[in-house]
C-alpha cells in the first residue's frame, strides 16, 4: 500500500517532477543549441550529423521501450535518477567528444547515452506526472509538458547565448551535465516510492518476473491501441511540426529563412499556452469532447497551412496546428492512468507508443517528402490526426465498474 502524504511530501514530489521534465528538455535543446558548433569542431556534413541523429534515435526507441523493466527492475524513482544521469553523461561526453576529443566515435557514444537516458526517463516521469494528477483530481498533465517545453526554450537561450560569448561546447555541455547530475539527486530524495509506481517496498519485494508481468499487462488491453491512435495521430502532427514546419515555410511558400523560424516560434507558442491554460477546460468540457474539438483544430490549421497563399494565413494555420496538437499525449496518458492500481503498466504502455511515433514520424515524413514533396508529404498528418480525433471516445474517464474489470 503507498504510504499517505502529507501536503509538504505532496508538493516536494510535484516540483521535482516539474524539475525533471524541465531537465529533458533543457538536455535536448543543449544538443540542438550547438550543432553547428559540434560539426565545425568535428569537420562533418549534415549527412554524418544525421547519422548521429540516427544513433540518438535509435537509442530513444530501445530506452523507451526498455521502461517497463527498468520500472520493473528498480521502480520509477530509482530508475529516474539512473537514467537521468546517464543523459546527463551523455551531454558531457557530446561536448568532450567535439572539443577535447575531436573524436566522432566518442560524439555518438554521448547520443547514445543521451537518447536512452532521455527515452526511458520519459516514460516515468509521466507515470510520475499521472500519479500526481490522480491526487489532485484536476487535469495538470499539460502542465507538466509544458515545463518540458520551458526546459527547451532555457536550453536554446543558453545556447545561444554560449555561442555568442564563444565558450566551446565542452564547457557548455559539462556545465549542462553538472545541473543534470544535481537535479537528479535531489529530484530523487524528493520523491517518494510507491507501490503504483513499481518502487520495492521495504516490508514486500515481488519476484522480478511478477514485477515485469505487471509492468507488461496493459499491451494486451485493447484499450490501450485505442488511446495508442489518440496519441499516435498528434505525436506525428508535433513531431512533423518541430522538424518540418520552418522547411515548409520556406520551401513550400517560398520564404526566408527568418519566417521558417517564426512560423516554428508561432506553432510553439499556440502549444505552450494551451498546455498552461487547457486544464480548466478539460475539467468542465471533459477529454472527449476537447480532443475532439482540438483535433478539428489541428486538421484544419495544417490544411490552411498547406494552402495557405498569404503569410498571415500561413501563420494562422502554424497557430491552429500547435493549439490543436497540445493536448492529444497529455490527455492520452491521464487516460491511461484512470485507474491508479494499473497507471504505472498503462501510462508506460500508452506513452511508448506516442514517443515511437514522436521519434520515428518526422524521418518517415522526410523519406516521403523526397518523392512527393514537402507539403503534399503534411496530409498525412491530416489523416492521422483526423483519426486521432474519431478515437477520442478512448479516453472517456473509466467507471468504477470498468476500473474493477480491466484493473
Known amino acids: 500500500m503507498d504510504t499517505a502524504l502529507t501536503r509538504s511530501q505532496f508538493v516536494r514530489w510535484r516540483t521535482a517532477i516539474f524539475t525533471i521534465f524541465l531537465a529533458s528538455g533543457l538536455s535536448i535543446s543543449t544538443w540542438a543549441s550547438r550543432v553547428p558548433s559540434i560539426a565545425a569542431s568535428l569537420e562533418i556534413d549534415k549527412a554524418q550529423i544525421g547519422l548521429l541523429l540516427l544513433a540518438m534515435g535509435i537509442s530513444s526507441i530501445l530506452g523507451i521501450s526498455t521502461s517497463p523493466a527498468v520500472m520493473a527492475r528498480t521502480g520509477a524513482r530509482l530508475g529516474m535518477l539512473i537514467t537521468m544521469l546517464m543523459f546527463g553523461a551523455g551531454v558531457c561526453l557530446i561536448g568532450l567528444g567535439a572539443d577535447v576529443f575531436g573524436a566522432i566515435p566518442v560524439v555518438m557514444i554521448g547520443m547514445m547515452l543521451f537518447g536512452f537516458g532521455n527515452g526511458s526517463v520519459d516514460v516515468m516521469m509521466n507515470v510520475e506526472a499521472t500519479a500526481i494528477e490522480q491526487q489532485t483530481g484536476k487535469t495538470i498533465l499539460p502542465v507538466f509538458h509544458a515545463f518540458f517545453s520551458f526546459g527547451t526554450v532555457i536550453g536554446a537561450g543558453l545556447g545561444a547565448l554560449a555561442a555568442h560569448l564563444g565558450l566551446n ?232 465498474d470498468e476500473k474493477t474489470k480491466t484493473g
Not at 516560434?265 to 474539438?293: E, H, K, Q, W, Y
Not at 498547406?306 to 494562422?316: F, N, R
Not at 491521464?334 to 514522436?358: E, L
Open 169 to 400: 561546447v565542452a564547457v557548455h555541455a559539462g556545465a549542462i551535465s553538472a545541473i543534470i547530475a544535481v537535479a537528479a539527486v535531489v529530484c530523487f530524495f524528493n520523491v517518494p516510492s510507491r507501490e503504483a509506481g513499481l518502487d520495492p517496498m521495504p516490508d514486500e519485494k515481488p519476484a522480478w518476473r511478477e514485477r515485469m508481468h505487471t509492468a507488461l499487462s496493459a499491451w494486451r488491453e485493447p484499450r490501450t491501441y485505442a488511446l495508442g491512435v489518440i496519441m499516435l495521430g498528434m505525436s506525428f502532427a508535433e513531431g512533423g511540426a518541430n522538424d518540418w514546419i520552418a522547411l515548409g515555410a520556406v520551401e513550400g511558400h517560398q520564404q526566408e529563412p527568418g519566417m521558417g523560424a517564426v512560423t516554428l516560434a508561432v506553432f510553439s507558442i499556440g502549444m505552450t499556452i494551451v498546455r498552461l491554460f487547457g486544464g480548466p477546460l478539460v475539467d468542465r468540457f471533459g477529454r472527449v469532447l476537447v480532443l475532439r474539438v482540438l483535433a478539428v483544430a489541428a486538421v484544419s490549421g495544417i490544411l490552411l497551412f498547406i494552402l495557405a497563399e498569404t503569410v498571415p494565413l500561413m501563420l494562422l494555420g502554424a497557430a491552429l496546428w500547435g493549439i490543436g496538437a497540445s493536448l492529444g499525449f497529455p490527455l492520452g496518458m491521464s487516460a491511461a492512468a484512470d485507474d491508479p492500481a494499473k497507471a504505472a503498466a498503462r501510462v508506460s504502455a500508452a506513452s511508448t507508443i506516442g514517443y515511437i511515433a514522436f521519434l520515428s514520424g518526422p524521418p518517415l515524413l522526410g523519406l516521403i517528402s523526397e518523392h512527393f514533396g514537402l507539403l503534399n508529404t503534411l496530409y498525412i498528418i491530416v489523416v492521422l490526426v483526423a483519426l486521432s480525433g474519431l478515437f477520442s471516445g478512448a479516453a472517456r474517464p473509466l467507471r468504477d
